[in-house]
């Protein structure tokens, strides 16, 4: 399995701004998945970060929205901009790293006042 | 859309008893299929998988079967233990399909002493 640190874990933030989140695993891999779950909720895909190519959003995620950069094979940052409440969250990141098998980070908490 | 289904919010078992995990999914294009456990403010951790070639796949206490004629999937643990208790999440990919994983909504289980 591969070891996915998030940072921050936890962060509370005034509506209106805008907050990056890091993924850093200990190993390189090719794809990166970034996931919300909403209180109560399931998790559910915002993108896929491969290296060197544009993010893949799902149906109901724009970049404008949750740009996210992914500059080589160990890191990617997801950013929630404009946040609103309805953006209070947790988000994960995970990794492919053996056999169709995804790995999740810690992810971090999010609370949108 | 609910492709991936957990119909039973929560479950509560006797230690030392069986723990089984219900799943229903209704894409039939999916062929890999994966349980995860997640405590709260952590992320979700890789149990068992399966793929659609297979019908049971064990890994000690966990087995995972596959009825794909149903599109059903359950887990069983045996014998289960205090710390089992989190929530179990489903999760369901068409591999090629860029891997991405569609959850259930999770089932949370509770065992007692």
């Known amino acids: 399995s591969a070891v996915i640190s998030q940072k921050p874990s936890r962060d509370i933030c005034q509506r209106g701004t805008s907050l990056t989140i890091q993924c850093q695993v200990d190993?390189?891999?090719?794809?990166m998945f970034w996931y919300r779950q909403q209180p109560g909720q399931s998790l559910t895909l915002i993108a896929t970060a491969n290296q060197g190519s544009e993010a893949t959003y799902e149906s109901g995620f724009v970049i404008d929205k949750f740009p996210i950069s992914r500059p080589n094979l160990t890191f990617s940052t997801l950013t929630v901009s404009n946040m609103s409440p309805e953006d209070s969250s947790i988000y994960l990141c995970?990794?492919?790293?053996?056999?169709?098998?995804?790995?999740f980070g810690p992810g971090t908490r999010l609370t949108v006042l | 859309d609910q492709q991936v289904k957990q119909n039973s919010p929560s479950l509560s078992v006797q230690e030392g008893r069986i723990s089984i995990l219900n799943c229903d999914y209704t894409?039939?294009?999916?062929?890999?299929f994966l349980w995860y456990k997640k405590y709260p403010a952590e992320g979700p951790t890789f149990l068992i998988s399966i793929s659609s070639i297979k019908d049971k796949n064990e890994d000690g206490r966990f087995t995972v079967f596959l009825n794909k004629s149903a599109k059903h999937l359950s887990l069983h643990i045996v014998p289960s233990q205090p710390g089992d208790s989190a929530v179990y999440f489903c999760?369901?990919?068409?591999?090629?399909?860029?891997?991405?994983?569609?959850f259930g909504t999770g089932t949370q289980l509770k065992v007692e002493l």
């Open positions: 894409n039939s294009m999916f062929d890999y």
């Open positions: 999760a369901a990919s068409v591999r090629g399909g860029g891997n991405k994983l569609t």
């Open positions: 995970s990794v492919e790293a053996f056999a169709d098998t995804q790995y």
């Open positions: 190993s390189q891999v090719t794809m």
